[in-house]
């Protein structure tokens, strides 16, 4: 058998020389090193000294001359000038003595001139004293004018609030005057309304009176007539309406069953009550009639508890004057029949 077969295909790598792995290694180092020191150390050129170098050509030239700065000049400073002596002054002459004369009219000049200026100073005191006092003055004069000012506006507002006050009370007076009179002139004016309404129903009450009796002495004298006329009356039978009306008639037959609704159809209209009535009493009255339907007399049976509404009830059967007609013509002779205000 081959080597290649003797070896074992799932065996791991056989391991490479060392030696060659550590060569390689020491010369990275070595060139990391070379190049540190090669880094830090300066270069050679840079402790070298500077060297000149003539340059020569074919043809001479005369060499430019090296430049020398020119000496500064030496500046002399001026001689200060020495001053000149000061000229002795020359002696004064001495002075010429006044004479008495002239030591006089000096003495009585300077009296003089004293003199002008105390009368110029008192000129001026004077002069000041005078515009002093014409200042205290015209001060006097404005504080009077002010003072006089403010008493005619004290005056002038004290008249103002006084006519105020005055026309006030004269326009409270007026209408509280008004007012009087215009109670006075309602409180009359009730006072005639009620005069006015208590002759009304005094009136009222005279003319329903007067037409009871009158009604009274018809029906008096209509039931003589008939009494003369037929000497007798039948008996009465009685029945009741929608109203509560009850009542009699001649002959053995009362009043049909509407006929008390009949009766209040035609005396409502005439009912006069403008008050209002508290609840709905019923007024109950006894109405009496001719033959005829003439309504002969009204008696109140039994009271609404309302006086008016029962004078009321008996003033519109007196004015309705006639009972309408019954079932067949006839009108009972005797009904009772109520009345409620809001039927």
């Known amino acids: 058998m081959s080597a290649h077969l003797d070896r ?12 060659l792995s550590w060569v390689l290694a020491l010369l990275a180092h070595a060139l990391l090193v070379g190049a540190f020191i090669w880094k830090i150390t300066p270069p050679p050129a840079a402790s070298e000294e500077a060297v000149e170098a003539e340059l020569w050509a074919d043809q001479f030239e005369q060499a430019a001359p090296a430049f020398v700065a020119p000496a500064l000049p030496k500046v002399t400073p001026p001689p200060v000038p020495q001053p000149a002596p000061e000229p002795m002054p020359a002696p004064k002459p ?5 004479s008495p004369a002239e030591l006089q009219a000096q003495r009585d000049a300077e009296l003089a001139l004293e003199q002008q200026k105390k009368q110029e100073e008192k000129h001026r005191a004077e002069e000041k004293a005078r515009q002093l006092e014409q200042q205290r003055k015209e001060r ?3 504080e009077a004018l002010e003072k006089e000012k403010r008493e005619k506006q004290q005056a002038e507002q004290v008249a103002k609030e006084k006519a105020e006050k005055a026309e006030q009370a004269a326009k409270e007076k007026a209408a509280r005057e008004k007012a009087e009179k215009e109670k006075a002139e309602k409180e009359k004016a009730a006072k005639a309304e009620a005069a006015q309404k208590a002759a009304e129903d005094k009136r009222k009450k005279e003319q329903a009176a007067k037409e ?8 008096k004298a209509m039931m003589d007539r008939m009494m003369a006329g037929s000497g007798g009356t039948g008996s009465a039978a009685q029945s009741s309406g929608p109203n509560g009306g009850k009542g009699t ?11 008390g609704a009949k009766v209040a159809a035609k005396v409502k209209p005439n009912i006069v009550y403008p008050d209002l009535v508290s609840g709905n009493p019923r007024a109950e009255v006894r109405v009496r009639a001719a033959p005829s339907g003439a309504i002969t007399s009204v ?9 008016a509404w029962d004078e009321a009830v008996v003033r519109a059967l007196y004015k309705t004057q006639t009972l309408p007609p019954d079932v067949g013509g006839r009108v009972p002779t005797e009904l009772l029949i109520g009345f409620r205000p809001q039927d």
């Open 249 to 259: 008639g001649s002959g053995t037959a009362g009043p049909s069953a509407g006929y």
């Open 8 to 19: 074992d295909p799932f065996a791991p790598p056989r391991s490479q020389p060392q030696w």
């Open 140 to 142: 006097e004069r404005q």
């Open 299 to 307: 008696q109140l049976v039994k009271s609404s508890g309302n006086p």
């Open 94 to 98: 001495p002075l010429p003595q006044p």
């Open 212 to 219: 009871a009796k009158e009604a009274e002495a018809r029906r």
